[in-house]
C-alpha cells in the first residue's frame, strides 16, 4: 500500500458516515443471523470474501462500562476447539469496542451456524502466538493485511477457547 493509498483509505475511515453504515451492517447481519439460525449471516461476502466468503460468528459480549449485552458479527478463523478473531475494525485507529469488553469480562458466548450459545472464554494472544495466527488469519481474508497496513495500532488477535457451560 503506497502513502497516498494508505492516507486515502485513513480518511475515508475517519468518517462519522463510515462509522454508521457499520454500525447499521452489523445490526442487520446479527438479526437476519439470529432470525435464521445462521443460514443467513454465516459467510462473509465482502471485499476479500467475494470470491473467498469466510465464515462468521456472533459474539456476545458485556460493556465494560455499562454492563449492557452487545451482539457482534465477526470473521472467525476455525482453529480446532479454538475460535480465532480479530480486532481490525476495518483498520481504524481504536481498538473495537468489543476488544476491551472481553478484556474485562472474557467469559462470554458465541453463535455459529447451526448452534445457539457456545460458552468460551476470550484472551488476547501474546506476540508469539500472534506471529502463528497472523498469516492463516490474512489466508483466510486477506484484508487482514490492508487493515493492519491501513493503521499505526497493533491489530489484536484474540482465541475464543472452550470453557464448561
Known amino acids: 500500500m503506497t502513502p497516498e493509498e494508505r492516507e486515502k483509505r485513513q480518511k475515508a475511515l475517519a468518517s462519522p458516515v463510515a462509522a454508521k453504515v457499520i454500525k447499521w451492517m452489523a445490526r442487520g447481519q446479527v438479526t ?16 476479500a470474501g ?23 458479527p465477526l470473521l472467525y ?13 476495518g483498520g481504524l485507529p481504536k481498538d473495537p469496542q468489543w476488544v476491551a469488553n472481553l478484556r474485562a469480562h472474557p467469559d462470554t458466548t458465541v453463535h455459529v451456524r447451526g448452534e445457539r450459545a457456545r460458552p ?21 481474508y486477506a484484508d487482514f493485511a490492508t487493515y493492519q497496513a491501513t493503521t499505526d495500532r497493533r491489530i489484536p488477535v484474540i482465541v475464543l477457547e472452550p470453557r464448561p457451560a
Do not use: Y
Open 32 to 47: 437476519v443471523f439470529r432470525l435464521t439460525n445462521g443460514r443467513i449471516g454465516s459467510k462473509w461476502r465482502i471485499g
Open 50 to 72: 467475494f470470491r473467498k466468503p469466510v465464515p462468521t460468528l456472533l459474539l456476545d459480549h458485556v460493556g465494560r462500562k455499562s454492563g449492557t449485552q452487545f451482539t457482534t
Open 77 to 89: 478463523l476455525d482453529d480446532g476447539p479454538r475460535l480465532v478473531v480479530v480486532g481490525s475494525q
Open 120 to 140: 468460551v472464554r476470550a484472551r488476547v494472544v501474546d506476540e508469539a502466538e500472534r506471529a502463528e495466527l497472523w498469516p492463516r488469519l490474512v489466508e483466510l
